[in-house]
Each structure stands twice: as structure tokens, then as C-alpha cells.
């Protein structure tokens, strides 16, 4: 059973055209929610990570929010150089490698 | 501070031959991680070294996959005999011990043919 589901899969948005990224997770006792940010060819890269339900955390034009069964990544206006994969992750049990979701895709055109 | 270094970027190799991957984690991280990305996925635990020893390896494939971390820094992951669905980029990630914020590297595109 995937712990980590994210929708969509892909989105596409014009630039300025704000939009949100989900995150459902289903672990008990969550010890924290990870963002990373994946551009093609490279690794992936850490945004943010969440703790505890009615969290929030912000970066530039993202914000990361959390509640008991779901993440949400809000984009605001974003830009052309925000397109890339966004990744969803939670520890695995009892360790502190992470499962990470697939993905959503985003492409943000001028 | 200096990334993760993974070498090489790029390999193509056939079916059956073995390939070899290097990983140099961040200074003073003693938890290395080596990851699986199949193209469309997110990336897959493959094994998770401390220090020099295994924490975690439930998710490799130790028939034809290995991996060591002999001093406790550099690790190399090895696949021998290659299949053709072990085409994805390996990725390798190192944190501080007791840490999830794990940073990774540029990673390795294996393309089996």
C-alpha cells in the first residue's frame, strides 16, 4: 500500500497563475512531511519539512502546509523557473530513509 | 560546503554486463543513502549505510545488486549482471546521523540496452 500519493500528476499553469500541489499520506505517527524540488538531470533538492498538523512554512513564492491526512505545496504567481518535479516524502517505518511519492510534474509557460 | 559527487553521469551499457557507481557524500555525514529512480517515479530505497555498516538494504535486489561503504565515506553500488529493467538513475543522498533532511546528488543515468 503507497504511504504517499500525489496529485496531480502533472500540471500546467500560465505564468502568474497561482495553483496548489497535494500530498495524502497514510502513516501513523508521522514524523515529518518532506517537499523536494527535482529539475531534470539533477537531484532532488530540499524545500521544506513539516512536523505537526497546521504547520506552515514559505519560500519565495512557495508555501508548504500540513494537515493529519494531507500536504498541500500553494504556489503563488509562479514564474517560468518554478517548472520542475515536485516531490512528496515521509520516513519509512522506524528509520529515517524516506518513501517518497511519484511526483507532480509542473510546467509553468511565459 | 561541497554537494554530494556521484561519478559517472552517464552510462550505457548491455544486458548481462556489470556497472559500477560511485558516491562521495558531504563531510561529516555519516549516513549514506543509495536511491533508485525508474523514469516517471519517485525515487526508491535501494540501501542505507551508517557509518560502514548496513542499517537497511530490505529493498535490494542482493542477487545480482551490492553496495559497500568500507571506511566509512566513499560507497560504491554494483550491479552485476545488469537486467534491462535496471534502467534509472541511482542516486546517492547523505545525512547527519539521526537526520531525515538528507541532501542528494546529481545522480547516475543507467540506460540497459
Known amino acids: 500500500e503507497d504511504q504517499v500519493t500525489q496529485s496531480p500528476e502533472a500540471l500546467r499553469l500560465q505564468e502568474g497563475e497561482s495553483s496548489s500541489l497535494n500530498c495524502s499520506y497514510t502513516?501513523?505517527?508521522?514524523?515529518?512531511l518532506f517537499w523536494y524540488r527535482q529539475d531534470p538531470g539533477k537531484g532532488p533538492e530540499f524545500l521544506f519539512t513539516?512536523?505537526?498538523a497546521g504547520e506552515e512554512k514559505e519560500k519565495e513564492r512557495l508555501k508548504a502546509t500540513l494537515t493529519k491526512k494531507e500536504s498541500f505545496l500553494h504556489i503563488t504567481a509562479p514564474k517560468p523557473e518554478d517548472s520542475a518535479t515536485y516531490l512528496c516524502a515521509v520516513p519509512v517505518d522506524s528509520g529515517y530513509a524516506l518513501n517518497f511519492g511519484k511526483g507532480t510534474s509542473l510546467l509553468v509557460t511565459p | 560546503e561541497a554537494g554530494v559527487a556521484q561519478s559517472p553521469r552517464y552510462k550505457i551499457i548491455e544486458k548481462r554486463q556489470s556497472v559500477a557507481f560511485w558516491c562521495n557524500p558531504i563531510s561529516g555525514h555519516a549516513t549514506l543513502y543509495w536511491y533508485q529512480q525508474i523514469l516517471g517515479q519517485g525515487p526508491k530505497l535501494l540501501i542505507q549505510?551508517?557509518?560502514?555498516?548496513?542499517?537497511?538494504d530490505s529493498q535490494l535486489p542482493k542477487d545480482r545488486f551490492s553496495a559497500e561503504r568500507l571506511k566509512g565515506v566513499d560507497s560504491t553500488l554494483k550491479i552485476q549482471p545488469a537486467k534491462l529493467e535496471d534502467s534509472a538513475v541511482y542516486l546517492c543522498?547523505?545525512?547527519?546521523?539521526?537526520?531525515?533532511?538528507?541532501?542528494f546528488g546529481q545522480g547516475t543515468r543507467l540506460t540497459v540496452v
Open positions: 543522498a547523505s545525512s547527519y546521523t539521526g537526520s531525515t533532511e538528507a541532501f
Open positions: 549505510f551508517q557509518n560502514n555498516g548496513v542499517v537497511d
Open positions: 513539516l512536523y505537526s
Open positions: 502513516v501513523s505517527g508521522l514524523r515529518g
